[in-house]
T-cell receptor, first 109, second 113 residues
Framework: KQEVTQIPAALSVPEGENLVLNCSFT??????LQWFRQDPGKGLTSLLL?????REQTSGRLNASLDKSSGRSTLYIAASQPGDSATYLC????????FGAGTRLTVKP | DGGITQSPKYLFRKEGQNVTLSCEQN?????MYWYRQDPGQGLRLIYY???????QKGDIAEGYSVSREKKESFPLTVTSAQKNPTAFYLC????????????FGPGTRLTVL
């Protein structure tokens, strides 16, 4: 059964810092991996989707990488802003969709 | 305005009562999903539906029921058999099932008193 882990559970950084969020998964037989953002008490917003054949995807200040062989993905956020404060979740599509518990990011002004 | 809506945003119920959460989408998506989110845990799949009049159990279907009579609607009933129903419930839809981008509704927070 696929297990998805996100470390750390929480992260606090000063504004302007570049940062990396980590996602690891146990079964490399996946179709794709998706990163979401969740604001408190809200639904999930899709940020980036990486197909299994791809190594990375970029959108603005966000860059997500995928290394299937090692079961890892990273979400890189450049020049962080207070508005980036949220919980970031990764999800992998294998036989079904499995979510990590998320990393709660706080960007301090 | 295309999107996926859930109502109500907050819901309270007494123990022993059934309650139904609404999920509607106008994205013309075939697949719809219900997830449960608890603090410190990832989303867990309750039920999903790939097409009208068809649905499948997810990991934690016990104590829940669904219907899919229309493409746009996928209501979830939390029955009195669900032992620990207080949680945040999220509905999602996608053009097709695995694998495809899922779009999420705003969620319903259910509290059992």
């Amino acid at each position: 059964k696929q297990e998805v882990t996100q470390i750390p559970a929480a992260l606090s950084v000063p504004e302007g810092e570049n940062l990396v969020l980590n996602c690891s998964f146990t079964d490399s037989a996946i179709y794709n991996l998706q990163w979401f953002r969740q604001d408190p008490g809200k639904g999930l917003t899709s940020l980036l989707l990486i197909q299994s054949s791809q190594r990375e995807q970029t959108s603005g200040r966000l860059n997500a990488s995928l290394d299937k062989s090692s079961g890892r993905s990273t979400l890189y956020i450049a020049a962080s802003q207070p508005g980036d404060s949220a919980t970031y979740l990764c999800a992998v599509w294998g036989n079904d969709m499995r979510f990590g518990a998320g990393t709660r990011l706080t960007v301090k002004p | 305005d295309g999107g996926i809506t859930q109502s109500p945003k907050y819901l309270f119920r007494k123990e022993g009562q059934n309650v139904t959460l609404s999920c509607e989408q106008n994205l013309n998506h075939d697949a719809m999903y219900w997830y449960r989110q608890d603090p410190g845990q990832g989303l867990r799949l309750i039920y999903y539906s790939q097409i009208v009049n068809d649905f499948q159990k997810g990991d934690i279907a016990e104590g829940y029921s669904v219907s899919r009579e229309k493409k746009e609607s996928f209501p979830l009933t939390v029955t009195s058999a669900q032992k620990n129903p207080t949680a945040f419930y999220l509905c999602a839809s996608s053009m097709r099932t695995n694998p495809d981008t899922q779009y999420f509704g705003p969620g319903t927070r259910l509290t059992v008193l």
